[in-house]
């Protein structure tokens, strides 16, 4: 099998530490030292193109810049990577949010993928005007989505439900193709909702058997359903020439944390009501407790899977750290138990896609699981980045 690679864009802002921020932590709060310029995105979203990733992620909340508005300056910018556009159901009316699609989808065709972002901190989405508790979010992101859904295949809606209520809701042009969903959601109300809609069911880098465990759970709600459904993962990575390079690097992203910042970051963190992130916490949660945190190889929970980005980030806090061989390896693994797409990243994000480009990419070539041409030269045209073996 092949699997579909996608990178992970920063707009809340970039280093070469781990920039806290994401689910949980207060706006404003994430410290960044380049600014998430378009200038600076558009070289990301260039390079992920030329390496022949298939898309590039960008976050949805309060913590960083808008994903649609982003995505569109940044189509220009691109010929043929997509834009996995994270958004909120239910912040705009489900009749808006399918025709900012469909008009995307018209200048950019097939281009413009979204990612279903119910929201797991109710602080957050009283922000926005959003009074409504989890379980209610997923109950309208459900007919949110049938509407969306209804609009996308040309029909004449009249939907008045518990949330969603439109009268007559139409598109005067229908995308083609229509946008591919991806949906993520570990609480046992947010199972049904991803079978019944998702494309792509998405989770965040937990050990490969909790993975297993979880994508076993979504494709039987998907076969109750009369559906068969894609799987994603999202994580960052460190790779490098040598599984001790690689290590030394997650030790420096170690050592530029203190005690304090950790602990108002996992505070912040504790608020969230998502059962992702709550899952994502407890695997540091004893290196925390005992103090282990300091020493970069006690966070590692699998083989090559790292703990250490959760500490001070919310959503994805798991990385692939090794070199290019085994994070190919752990690749592989987790494509072995029904991983279709990956979605990466790094610090800095520029810095880490060349790495990841260059030395784990050629080995997915090699051994079949990774199909896309690239454009680039040979990796010795990039100084700043080793030998890819």
Not at 155 to 171: F, I, N, P, Q, Y
Not at 172 to 188: D, E, H
Not at 200 to 224: C, F, N, Q
Not at 227 to 239: D, N, P, Y
Request: glycine share 10%; with cysteine; aromatic share 8%.
């Amino acid at each position: 099998m092949s699997v579909t690679l996608h990178w992970f864009l920063p707009t809340y802002g970039d280093s070469r530490h781990i920039v806290g921020g994401g689910h949980g932590i207060p706006a404003g709060a994430a410290h960044s030292d380049r600014d998430a310029s378009i200038d600076y995105l558009a070289s990301i979203v260039r390079s992920a193109e030329t390496f022949g990733f298939t898309g590039a992620l960008i976050p949805t909340g309060a913590w960083c810049e808008d994903a649609f508005i982003t995505a569109a300056l940044l189509a220009r910018e691109t010929t043929s990577l997509a834009f996995l556009v994270a958004f909120r159901p239910g912040l705009v009316s489900p009749t808006l949010s399918a025709q900012m699609a469909a008009t995307f989808a018209r200048h950019a065709p097939g281009r413009i993928l979204l990612n279903v972002v119910v929201g797991g901190e109710a602080h957050e989405q009283r922000a926005f005007g959003d009074h409504l508790e989890k379980d209610a979010r997923y109950q309208r992101a459900d007919e949110f989505l049938d509407v969306v859904r209804r609009l996308w295949a040309g029909e004449t809606v009249t939907h008045r439900g518990e949330h969603v209520d439109v009268e007559s809701a139409s598109l005067a042009l229908p995308p083609t193709p229509v946008p591919p969903l991806y949906f993520g959601g570990s609480s046992a109300a947010a199972g049904p909702v991803a079978a019944r809609h998702a494309d792509v069911y998405l989770t965040w880098g937990e050990p490969p058997e909790a993975v297993r465990k979880k994508i076993d759970w979504i494709r039987s709600l998907g076969e109750e359903q009369g559906r068969k459904l894609r799987f994603g993962i999202r994580l960052h990575t460190i790779s490098r020439d040598t599984s001790e390079e690689a290590w030394a690097q997650a030790g420096r992203l170690i050592a530029a944390l203190d005690e304090d910042t950790v602990r108002n970051a996992q505070a912040g963190l504790a608020r969230s009501q998502s059962e992702g992130q709550r899952r994502m916490l407890a695997l540091h949660e004893a290196n925390r407790a005992n103090g282990s945190w300091t020493d970069a190889h006690s966070l590692e929970i699998a083989p090559n899977l790292w703990a250490g980005v959760g500490l001070v980030r919310g959503g994805a806090g798991t990385a692939l750290v090794g070199s290019h061989t085994e994070v190919a390896d752990r690749i592989a693994d987790y494509a072995a138990i029904g991983i279709d797409e990956f979605i990466f990243s790094g610090y800095p994000h520029l810095e880490e896609l060349y790495w990841f480009g260059e030395g784990v990419v050629p080995i997915l070539r090699k051994r079949g699981l990774f199909g896309a041409a690239a454009d680039l030269a040979a990796p010795a045209s990039i100084p700043f980045v080793g030998s890819a073996r």
